[in-house]
């Protein structure tokens, strides 16, 4: 890999700037995935906290980043939890909004047996950023912006002042909401799943997806995550892979969204001489550790953690059987 292939870092001093999704999570862990009308015990039951971009967040500010939220939080006890969480991990919420109505929550069904989950959640319409809203000072003076799809009106708005200030636009995308081409043609690294790279674009395979995506908006890079076969990326008409690693895995819960915080982290701090490859393998570990804890944040590593497994020898990548769920899902 010749070169970062990653857009020039904003001004700082705040490392990245998140908006997007937080929920609050009741995860319910099974034996298998329930027949119809079948009776399973349930093995475990948590309420702990989610959502794309907070838990990316999350991830960011456990390796290292100074890192702001923004979002809407209901006003009930869902969404005191959740904004409380996110203050605890040293997450600057000032620029939030409170909206009358209940915090978006999902219920996430585990199957212990594979490791793999099914989401069902509910947000209501209330649970927006305001038109009138004054754009956030915090955006100009951050090296990154992460945004997601979820409240794409606010998103795009969001994005065309953090590309008028020279802060290049980070985005996770995993669904055709009508409209979501005035938000990828702002974007500068797109980091989205591989059911979507296919589907958006009707290609039959993910190298042509990226640069059937690339081509389209002149996106700087393209990053397809691939479940616990790591992620691939297309930068500068170069593609680079970089394998998952192989590790004990309790739960994929947030595995993509701390593949998210992880390429973040590691593009922020990125070494004279790094590669987009490097980066990938710093987001495939930090996505690779998180699955070790039930829940999309209690797993989720140091920089410490993540550098003990990428520099460990012994470790194992997968080849398509691994047993970590590195990327996105």
Wanted: with cysteine; glycine share 12%; net charge negative.
């Amino acid at each position: 890999m010749r070169g970062m292939a990653l857009p020039p870092l904003g001004p700082g001093p705040i490392d990245v700037v998140g908006f997007g999704e937080n929920s609050v999570d009741v995860l319910a862990t099974v034996p298998h995935w329930p027949a119809p009308d079948d009776k399973l015990e349930l093995l475990n039951l948590s309420t702990l906290p989610g959502g794309q971009v907070a838990s990316a967040m999350v991830a960011c500010a456990r390796l290292g980043c100074v890192t702001h939220y923004l979002g809407v939080f209901g006003d009930d006890e869902y969404g005191q939890r959740i904004e409380r969480a996110l203050r605890h991990e040293g997450i600057d919420t000032g620029g939030c909004v409170r909206a009358a109505a209940p915090n978006r929550s999902a219920l996430i069904m585990v199957d212990r047996a594979t490791g793999t989950r099914t989401v069902l959640w509910n947000r209501h319409p209330a649970l927006h950023w305001p038109a009138t809203q004054a754009p956030p000072v915090a955006i100009a003076h951050a090296r990154v912006l992460m945004v997601d799809g979820t409240d794409l009106e606010a998103a795009v708005r969001l994005a065309g002042d953090a590309r008028a200030a020279g802060v290049p636009v980070l985005a996770d995308v995993d669904s055709a909401t009508p409209g979501i081409d005035r938000l990828l043609s702002l974007v500068d690294v797109l980091v989205i799943p591989a059911g979507f790279a296919l589907s958006y674009t009707g290609e039959s395979g993910v190298p042509a997806a990226m640069q059937s995506i690339q081509e389209r908006f002149r996106t700087t890079t393209v990053v397809v995550t691939l479940g616990a076969n790591g992620a691939v990326a297309r930068a500068g008409g170069e593609v680079v892979e970089s394998p998952g690693f192989v590790v004990p895995g309790a739960d994929s819960t947030g595995a993509g969204d701390a593949f998210r915080g992880g390429f973040i982290a590691g593009w922020i701090a990125a070494p004279a001489g790094a590669t987009l490859g490097d980066i990938l393998t710093f987001a495939n570990a930090t996505a690779a550790l998180n699955c070790r804890a039930v829940g999309a944040q209690a797993g989720l590593p140091t920089r410490a953690e993540v550098m003990a497994l990428v520099t460990e020898p012994r470790v194992r990548r997968s080849n398509g059987h691994g047993g970590s769920h590195s990327g996105g899902c």
